[in-house]
């Protein structure tokens, strides 16, 4: 069950030397990533966008600030269970460790082998597994991983496992809740709040989708047809997930920025800034994780490009899992 806050109704040595933790006893790693690994491509929906650097008012509706954004990339798809089950495999014996198996789509086994839903959304899988997982994406494809145990960034995070269900926010500079981010590095990483709603929003770079429309859409999220062309959501889902890039994509080439599954994001939640910034990456601390986007379940409210979401007050689920969240991933230039 989804508990939220709502406003509304409720590497082994790699390119940076990253060193390794103690693999599974079997089967036998295999550090070096075979031609099939490295090509995990298009198949697998890896495709990232690109997103130009430009400013715009990010807004919830009530506060906004203008935020300058750097250029990025952005995952075109949500993370499809198919792409991270074929990672995972290859993470688990090359010393990654993580709490959750991962779920395919809203109606999976956690951990099973894939099926004819295997391009439906991961789900089940909670913030610290998406971090690490990103890392071991990098790795295994030849990238540098961008969340470190150390300042240098010399020590990939390759264990989400301490950071199961119930357990309380670990605050230590680079543990699995608070690591060293590597801002530079060119590995897969959780977008920011700001890069998320940004990429969302984003037409030309000079207008932007209003923050109460679903990303992409041509008018506000109460219009059904405009919204049912983007978004898949309570009013056109039939309560299931459903495969990514099924809907009409952004003027970027993005797919279900709105509905169909929530997504981590970087930030921990706070207010946003007082004056204009420059990649806000949110708090420095916190006791939630930003999600964005809606789901497959939600109403159309919850699709709007501004509208910003977070985990339970309830410790007990600050890291829980749920069959609607999931995520997709970006790059630093």
């Known amino acids: 069950m ?3 806050v709502l406003a509304i109704a409720v590497a082994f040595s790699v390119i ?7 693999s599974p006893a079997a089967p036998a790693a295999t550090n070096t990533p075979n031609a099939t690994q490295t090509a995990v491509a298009e198949v697998l929906y890896t495709d990232l966008a690109s997103v130009p ?23 075109k798809y949500q993370v499809t269970y198919d792409l991270w089950y074929t990672v995972y495999q290859w993470a688990v014996v090359n010393g990654y460790t993580f709490a959750n198996a991962g779920t395919e789509g809203n109606a999976g086994t956690a951990g099973a082998a894939t099926t004819a839903a295997k391009y ?9 597994d998406s971090i690490v997982w990103c ?12 969340y470190c145990s150390d ?17 309380s926010i670990n605050t230590t500079a680079g ?11 060119n590995g897969y990483r959780l977008p920011t709040e700001g890069e998320y709603q940004y990429a969302a929003s984003y037409k030309d770079g000079t207008s932007w989708t209003p923050y109460n429309y679903a990303s992409g859409a041509t008018a506000d999220y109460s219009n059904a047809t405009a919204t049912g062309l983007v978004a898949w959501y309570s009013a056109n889902s039939g309560n299931v997930m459903h495969n990514v890039g099924g809907k009409t994509a952004t003027a970027l080439g993005i797919y279900d920025m709105s509905g169909n599954v929530w997504e981590w994001c970087w930030d921990w939640y706070g207010g946003y800034p007082s004056t204009a910034a420059t990649n806000y990456r949110g708090s420095a601390s916190g006791f939630y994780r930003v999600l964005r986007g809606g789901g497959y379940a939600y109403d159309a409210v919850f699709l709007q490009a501004g509208y910003r979401n977070f985990s ?19 790059r630093t230039y």
């Not at 439906?120 to 899988?125: A, C, D, K, L, S």
């Not at 890392?135 to 961008?146: F, K």
Request: glycine fraction near 10%.
């Open 120 to 128: 439906e959304p991961v789900t089940t899988i909670n913030w610290r």
């Open 16 to 22: 940076t030397g990253c060193k390794k933790n103690s």
């Open 312 to 330: 339970s007050l309830d410790g007990y689920y600050q890291y829980g899992v749920y069959d609607n969240v999931g995520f997709r991933f970006a």
């Open 151 to 167: 300042a240098g960034f010399t020590t990939a995070i390759k264990n989400s496992a301490n950071g199961a269900y119930g357990t």
């Open 135 to 146: 890392n071991a994406y990098s790795q295994m494809t030849g990238l540098t991983p961008v």
């Open 175 to 185: 543990s699995y809740d608070n690591p060293y981010v590597n801002w530079s590095a």
């Open 53 to 75: 650097a430009g400013t715009f008012t990010q807004t919830d509706g009530t506060n906004s600030f203008s935020h300058t954004i750097s250029a990025f990339k952005m995952g």
């Open 2 to 4: 989804l508990f939220f």
